[in-house]
């Protein structure tokens, strides 16, 4: 299933688009694909995601434990998706939280958590 945050006005402070995942089955792993896109010119602009450097990351969550990826998005004017393409199995979580540096606080509408992900049909 490909999720969706929808489009995002990136707050002020907002220097970072991360993407927590956890995996609450305690016998499987599970795969996630994470995307971020800068939308600030009309047009879908790919950014990296760390720790990996890659602009699709699939990443492995283990039984029972949780992971993060993010993007740097200092460099965004005005908007952002976040796209989280997983399994559908309701104990596999995914959630999108704008933060800044340094503290990681949260900033006020850079928040998306997984029931409120879209689905996308593509």
């Known amino acids: 299933m490909?999720?969706?945050?929808?489009?995002?006005?990136k707050a002020p402070r907002t220097n970072y688009a991360l993407v927590d995942v956890v995996n609450?089955?305690?016998?499987?792993?599970?795969?996630v694909t994470v995307q971020v896109f800068d939308w600030s010119n009309?047009?879908?602009?790919?950014?990296?995601?760390?720790p990996y450097h890659l602009r699709t990351c699939r990443i492995r969550?283990?039984?029972?434990?949780?992971?993060?990826v993010y993007a740097d998005v200092t460099?965004?004017?005005?908007?952002?998706e976040v796209r989280i393409t997983q399994s559908d199995a309701r104990d596999l979580i995914s959630n999108v939280t704008g933060v800044t540096k340094v503290t990681f606080a949260p900033q006020a509408g850079d928040t998306v958590l997984q029931h409120n992900l879209v689905r996308i049909t593509s």
Do not use: D, E
């Open 24 to 31: 609450l089955n305690t016998r499987n792993s599970r795969s």
């Open 42 to 50: 009309g047009n879908a602009i790919p950014l990296k995601l760390s």
């Open 2 to 9: 490909k999720y969706s945050t929808g489009i995002l006005r």
């Open 61 to 68: 969550v283990g039984p029972n434990q949780s992971v993060y």
């Open 75 to 80: 460099k965004v004017k005005f908007k952002y």
